[in-house]
């Protein structure tokens, strides 16, 4: 395992709901990010945090919100999503937000939006 | 604005044979450069990294090079397997130090 963990694997919610998506980094890095992967196309950068603070938010749709209580953890609080939202949702960290430090993954959340 | 492409056909190749997959970049020149490995279900995982100034990086059966001047890096398994069977992505920093941008990824599949 890659030493970073995502809950849950799989949640499907109507347009609706609120829900959040949970990662946690078992590593010790300083820096966390979520990414958005469709099928057949590149992972997309949703949003950085390092060392807490969040220093990249890649005009991600306000119902799309994160929050990074300690460098362990880090959530994504859905709301009110629309169907082209559903994807897969990946959860990374690195030693340091900045340079060239390889980034560890977790599985991912397979999202479905109804 | 940076772009990369890498091929989004799957790649099909025999078992025992060299895989060559091609990471093509443009629009600017990064420091260095990343490849991952991502099976299906699964979050990326980290290969090999190789800086400006290498001209080739090895690990195990993987080799990867990185030529400047043409903006591109090549990504080659050596003795293929059907276990090397996955889809492969490269990364580049942005210039932003926060972020990587991403290549779609080349699938490829290794025949018995």
């Known amino acids: 395992e890659t030493g970073v963990t995502q809950t849950p694997r799989h949640l499907v919610m109507g347009m609706t709901n609120k829900k959040s998506l949970k990662c946690e980094q078992h590593?010790?890095?300083?820096?966390m990010y979520w990414y958005k992967q469709s099928a057949k196309k590149p992972l997309e950068l949703m949003f950085v945090?390092?060392?807490?603070?969040?220093?990249e938010n890649n005009s991600v749709p306000s119902r799309f919100s994160p929050e990074c209580p300690n460098s362990s953890h880090l959530f994504l609080h859905l709301h009110t999503l629309q169907p082209e939202d559903s994807a897969l949702y990946l959860c990374?960290?690195?030693?340091?937000?900045?340079?060239?430090?390889?980034?560890?993954f977790g599985p991912g959340t397979r999202l479905t939006v109804t | 604005s940076q772009k990369i492409e890498q091929n989004s056909e799957a790649l099909n190749i025999q078992e025992g044979k060299t895989a060559t997959l091609t990471c093509n970049y443009t629009?600017?020149?990064?420091?260095?450069l990343q490849w991952y490995r991502q099976d299906p279900g699964r979050g990326p995982v980290f290969l090999l990294l190789i800086r400006e100034n290498e001209k080739e990086k090895r690990k195990e059966r993987l080799k990867v090079t990185f030529d400047t001047t043409l903006k591109q890096s090549l990504f080659h398994i050596t003795a293929s397997q059907p276990a090397d069977s996955a889809t492969y992505l490269c990364?580049?920093?942005?210039?932003?130090?926060?972020?990587?941008?991403w290549g779609a990824g080349t699938k490829l599949i290794i025949k018995p």
């Open positions: 990374a960290s690195s030693r340091s937000g900045q340079g060239n430090y390889e980034q560890y």
């Open positions: 945090y390092s060392l807490e603070e969040r220093v």
């Open positions: 990364a580049l920093p942005m210039d932003s130090n926060y972020q990587l941008i």
């Open positions: 590593l010790g890095h300083n820096a």
């Open positions: 629009n600017y020149s990064p420091a260095y």
